[in-house]
């Protein structure tokens, strides 16, 4: 099958369509008469990558249905796709990009080449620049403009130069020097910023501006707004700048309009998007808090599992894997949403960063021939630690309506850093952990229920038809590699989804009309200016906020 075909035809395809039978044929599959069919499929049905312990064992999957599934990945060419990836080839079409995260975490003796120029030794230039810069930082060497040492990094960005330098800054809290305060302004709304530095000296704060464009209004507004309450705290004048400001970007010279010395800009590329940039300079602030030491370990693992995805046959393919349950749930079984739940307190932000990951890849209507989808494509992803989770939307995941597959992320060990006296709460942390996904697969029959002497007339009430699918990552602990290794398998699970359902993954054109019609809406609310063509229902609302406004 030719790539023109592909784009209008893959629910025609014969593998599509024998999964499609195959869905009809397994019908409504029990995960008790599969687990009673196969003894060996608790044990058995798992992977490894790296660190981490992947059980498939509890999906609504038979060998069958994963032979389909793989069939499907071939047919669509995902393997092709992933190679010229990796090879640096621009299969970002619409924007015309070569899609390159990988680069940023390849060793320093790697060859890749972008437009016949290996990019290697550059993102290793950078991440040198970045570790001078940080440990500067750390040491107290780097001063700020009255010579003070530096005890507070404020990151100033939007979504991807935001959601991942300020999960990672979470999840490795514990690896990070506890005397630096680093926070994370990424709203438009004042307050964001104003609970970022109220309470900090501003000559021991620094600013890391991060913005892949310079030009994204939230950024350059908040950007402005924490100058002014810079240089009004200090009483200085626009020299200050250079020892208060640093920018990540690719573009310089909008770094250099603003006011920062280039020489105080961390450079990245086009070829890395921005939900896949946190381990290119926009980590710069994940590194002062955590040390270029650490940070390299994490890009360790993040490589590791890309090697893994290169390299792996497709029956031991984890992001492949997990690719493919999603595409038979959201495409063969109807499931709308995927939740992520880590059993970890540490990735409280992990689920809000994947959000961006995979739903501002996937949330995609337009094939890459410009031609409609007619099949689902990327599904709502949410989630929160499990564990809070149990006690607010679980109720719906084991008794609602709606099948909602779940992935449940787990460690052995609490963080190294956890006081002694905390330590014993891990073990019933982790019994939650396991409980959950038995409960979900396997439920509770009526008759278990009658056999407690629950009242016939509460028997439907406390049953659990079990039947949820879930995946369970499990890892011994939770180091910067792992959460590299994290990272990257979500990455590449959304690659595989992206290229079955034959869009591109890696544009987002859907986030830009919502920003023009922001910036012609503004006059309106400010100086009660007509926009022309505003609807009614708008113009109605933005007159309401006006007089409450008393404007
Ligand atoms: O709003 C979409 C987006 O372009 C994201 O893809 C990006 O991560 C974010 O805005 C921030 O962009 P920038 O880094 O250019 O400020």
Redo the contacts with the bound molecule.
């Keep these: 099958m030719n790539a023109s075909d592909k784009q209008t035809a893959l629910t025609q395809t014969p593998e599509w369509q024998a999964l499609a039978k195959h869905r009809e044929q397994l019908g409504a599959v029990q995960l008790r008469e599969l687990f009673e069919a196969d003894p060996a499929r608790g044990s058995g049905w798992a992977l490894r990558v790296g660190d981490l312990h992947v059980d498939y064992s509890k999906h609504l999957v038979t060998d069958e249905t994963l032979r389909l599934l793989r069939e499907l990945a071939v047919a669509t060419d995902v393997f092709g796709l992933r190679d010229a990836m990796f090879r640096g080839e621009k299969i970002n079409t619409t924007e015309d990009r070569a899609v390159l995260h990988t680069a940023l975490r390849a060793p320093r003796d790697a060859v890749i080449e972008v437009d016949g120029e290996n990019v290697v030794p550059g993102v290793h230039a950078v991440l040198d620049k970045m570790a001078a810069f940080a440990d500067r930082v750390r040491s107290g060497e780097w001063t700020g403009h009255t010579g003070k040492r530096i005890r507070n990094v404020v990151n100033i960005?939007?979504?991807?130069?935001d959601l991942g330098p300020a999960m990672a800054y979470e999840v490795l809290r514990s690896f990070a020097d506890r005397e630096l305060t680093v926070r994370f302004v990424s709203n438009v709304d004042g307050a964001d910023l104003h609970e970022a530095v109220r309470d900090l000296d501003p000559a021991e704060t620094l600013f890391v501006i991060?913005?892949?464009?310079?030009?994204?209004i939230e950024?350059i507004t908040n950007a402005t707004s924490a100058r002014d309450w810079l240089l009004t705290g200090l009483r200085a004048s626009q020299e200050a700048v250079a020892k208060h400001f640093v920018a990540l970007s690719t573009n310089a010279e909008k770094v250099s309009e603003f006011g920062i010395d280039t020489a105080n800009m961390f450079e990245f590329w086009d070829w890395v998007?921005?939900?896949y940039?946190y381990d290119s300079a926009i980590g710069l602030s994940l590194m002062i808090a955590i040390g270029p030491a650490a940070f390299r370990e994490m890009l360790d693992g993040f490589h590791l599992v890309d090697e893994h995805f290169r390299t792996a046959p497709a029956e031991s393919n984890v992001p492949l894997l997990m690719g493919l349950l999603g595409i038979w749930y959201g495409n063969f079984h109807d499931a709308q949403s995927h939740a992520v739940l880590p059993y970890s307190h540490y990735l409280s932000k992990f689920t809000a960063y994947l959000q961006?990951l995979d739903m501002?890849s996937n949330g995609k209507y337009v094939q890459r021939s410009g031609e409609e989808v007619r099949w689902q494509t990327g599904p709502v992803v949410w989630g929160t630690p499990g564990t809070n989770g149990q006690h607010a939307y679980y109720q719906l995941i084991h008794q609602g309506t709606k099948l909602i597959p779940a992935d449940f992320i787990g460690f052995a060990e609490p963080v190294a850093d956890l006081l002694p006296g905390l330590v014993g709460q891990h073990d019933l942390l982790m019994a939650n952990f396991f409980a959950q996904t038995q409960a979900l697969a396997f439920g509770k029959t009526p008759d278990e229920v009658r056999a407690e002497g629950v009242p016939e007339e509460l028997v439907p009430h406390k049953t659990f038809k079990g039947n949820h699918p879930t995946t369970t990552i499990l890892s011994k602990d939770l180091t910067p590699s792992v959460l590299g290794q994290l990272v990257a398998l979500y990455e590449h699970k959304v690659f595989v989804q992206g290229a079955v359902w034959n869009i591109d993954s890696f544009d987002?054109w859907g986030?830009e009309l919502g920003?023009v019609l922001a910036k012609r809406v503004e006059p309106a609310l400010t100086e009660g200016a007509e926009v022309p063509g505003l609807d009614t229902s708008t113009q109605a609302l933005v007159a309401k906020y006006r007089e409450l406004r008393g404007r």
Excluded: D, L, P, Y
């Design positions: 960005g939007i979504g991807g130069s991060a913005s892949k464009t310079f030009t994204t950024t998007g921005g939900r940039s961006q501002e987002q986030v920003k």
